[in-house]
């Protein structure tokens, strides 16, 4: 069974850092690509940032290009997402979530249940 646990959440001020962390389990972390999601209040799921199998390919949208890193220890079976400058509209509940293969960025198919990351002054 596949498992993802997000930690690292919490209440920050606008300019502030936040280290998110997903512990996986129940499959071959080290062979898929993963990703993390959000959800802000009363809107859809907005991809974050992707990375692959070897952590070497990583991508990310305009709305965070330069204010977060995601990487991956595979030997830890873990990802994380480095998010710094953060602002208000960075607000939502942070999903992990296990790519379909390797490779393929920003595509996924299980998510955990997210853990809430508000920012605010």
């Known amino acids: 069974e596949v498992q993802l646990v997000e930690s690292g959440g919490g209440l920050v001020q606008p300019g502030g850092s936040l280290r998110l962390s997903c512990a996986a389990s129940g499959f071959t972390f080290s062979s898929y690509a993963m990703s993390w999601v959000r959800q802000a209040p009363g809107k859809g799921l907005e991809w974050v940032s992707a990375?692959?199998?070897?952590?070497?390919?990583?991508n990310y949208p305009d709305s965070v290009k330069g204010r977060v890193t995601i990487s991956r220890d595979n030997a830890k079976n873990t990802l994380y997402l480095q998010m710094n400058s953060l602002k208000p509209e960075d607000t939502a509940v942070y999903y992990c979530?296990?790519?379909?293969?390797?490779?393929?960025?920003?595509?996924?198919?299980?998510w955990g249940q997210g853990t809430q990351v508000t920012v605010s002054s």
């Open positions: 990375v692959n199998s070897g952590g070497d390919n990583t």
């Open positions: 979530a296990k790519g379909i293969n390797s490779g393929s960025l920003g595509s996924y198919d299980y």
